[in-house]
């Protein structure tokens, strides 16, 4: 697991522990000393934790004239144990809501599970509060969809079909985005 990094080929547009709007400004990252783990599994230091035991993240482009971000997600999506939506939500997702951010990618080819809950609150929250954004979910293994499915999750985020898109990291973050917009007014339209 500590081989798992963050997709770094956009490293020279965007950094978020220099961007002062990023809730990880200045962030340090030690490559010497592995300090967080999933399970007991140590993983890379590059990926930011915001309080989950086992959910982490990397904002791995934002662009505020435009705002969007793209995040990379890794780890357990654990909402029953570990209430991850609850900490993601209130440490990265509020943070950007507040600097103007109203349209999501998440990237979660690196997500290993997901474990529902029954209380969608913070989903529905998340949703209400994008207004005239969204929430896109790209990559995602296909039995994670499923669970979304199962626990009515598909309501708030989009996914599946044309948004597991294979190459996106041969796209610039700008295309991404057009891509997977024009992808999610299709869908909404």
Not at 19 to 24: E, T
């Amino acid at each position: 697991m500590q081989d798992l990094e963050p997709f770094y080929n956009w490293e020279n547009l965007y950094n978020a522990s220099t961007d002062k709007r990023s809730p990880f400004y200045g962030r340090k990252y030690n490559t010497t000393y592995y300090e967080n783990d999933i399970y007991g599994y140590y993983i890379h230091p590059f990926w930011d934790e915001f309080e989950s035991p086992t959910l982490y993240c990397k904002i791995l482009y934002a662009n505020y004239q435009h705002r969007f971000v793209i995040i990379e997600l890794f780890g357990e999506w654990n909402d029953t144990l570990h209430n991850d939506i609850m900490w993601f939500k209130r440490n990265v997702i509020d943070h950007l809501l507040q600097e103007g951010i109203s349209q999501f990618i998440l990237i979660g080819e690196n997500v290993l599970n997901f474990h529902g809950s029954r209380d969608d609150d913070y989903y529905a929250e998340w949703f209400e509060e994008v207004e005239d954004g969204w929430i896109a979910a790209c990559n995602f293994r296909d039995f994670i969809q499923q669970e979304w499915i199962r626990y009515k999750l598909d309501y708030y985020i989009n996914f599946g079909g044309t948004l597991d898109i294979i190459n996106w990291r041969t796209a610039t973050p700008m295309a991404l985005f057009q891509l997977v917009r024009n992808l999610i007014v299709r869908r909404i339209g």
